[in-house]
């Protein structure tokens, strides 16, 4: 992990960049927004300080040409427990005035979350977290779902793989809803593509950094493919343990399936070249992405943006045209309100490009199957991927009527 940035530092820089100028509309309390992430922890390195300096950039930006609009950032660390989460989230909703919570690494910390700023007509827009029933079974009329998921994310990953002979797969699973949602996604897209699951091992989490049995159960398998059903430090060390074993030498290709930019620096190119993966956001795709970039890098040095950190600077943009356009004593009111309104209005970023978000709750936009570069290819710092596909934003995520959300009926 790439912590660039002293934690107290970030925070105190944040906090003091986005208390907007109290101008017109002074006599209104401020749109509050509480970053929810992880700064320490297995997730720190793809969310964390990098997720608040997102936040904090389209705050700056939304600013510049709306100056009216109160806006206050606050930011904390969830400890990867969901109980402080809710915690935090509690305390923030009923005692800090904040309306809008984001990033949320935590899939059952997520689900908590949701239920709570319905009850309490708050708004919440989960980046860091990744399970597929948020906007599912867990689907609401209060928050929504950025960046990526666990439907999204394998799906590429996985067709290309079958497509290419590795058609029997084994899992290492990260031991609770995350980790559970990403194998049974990824093992429907095996089955689906003719392939077969030989079986599973579940690790715990957090905690676990020594996945050697694990990862002895993956290659007595026999399996051709090793699915890392995890993310963060997690995926690193997998990927790191797996070449200690030789596992790829031996025959077995090994699958990251939710497997990011920061985490692709932690493993280092010579462990993780040719492994596919897919991203939402890659820093030097475009003209929009690289200076973003650069100025990311100003407040995180030696660091570039991943997609967490891109799909914040997404999601708080869209909500601040939300709240601008019901007005900010309504969108103080109703969280509910500046979720309707942000659903009836197309996306656009310079990040994720044009979008829209679905009845259940999902950010429609692009995803990208990408191939790391061997160390040779690699021309820069930070030159990791070669695009090998873009897949359209319809294709990207789960078909609607199929994740259970009552709110895509009708």
Known sequence: MNRSMPRRGVLAAGLAAVALPRTASAQGRPIRIGVLTDMVGAYAANTGPGSVAGARLAIEDFARLHPDLKVELVSADLQLKPDVAVGIAGDWLDNQGVDL??????????????????AKDKAAIFNGAASADITGKHCGPNHLHWAYDTWSMPHGVVDATVKEGGNSWFFITADYAFGHSLETDAANFVTAAGGKVLGQ??????GTTDFSSHLVQAQASGAKVIGFANGGS????????????????GGQKIAGLLFLLHDVRGVGLAAAQGVLLTEPFYWDTNDGTRAFAKRFAELMPGNMPGSVHAGQYSAVTHYLKACLAVGQAKAKASGRAVIDQMKATPTEDPLFGKGWVRKDGRAIHDMYLFEVKSPQQSKQPWDYYTLKRTVPGAEAFRPID????KLAIG
């Not at 091992?201 to 957090?206: D, E």
């Not at 997998?238 to 200690?244: L, N, R, V």
Request: charged share 15%.
């Open 402 to 405: 199929q994740g259970g959300c």
């Open 234 to 249: 997690d995926t690193v060390n997998c990927i790191k343990q797996s070449a200690e074993f030789g596992i790829q030498k």
């Open 101 to 118: 919570i984001t990033d949320v690494p935590l899939s059952s910390a997520a689900f908590a979350i949701s239920d709570m700023v319905k």
């Open 201 to 206: 091992a579940l690790a715990p989490f957090p």
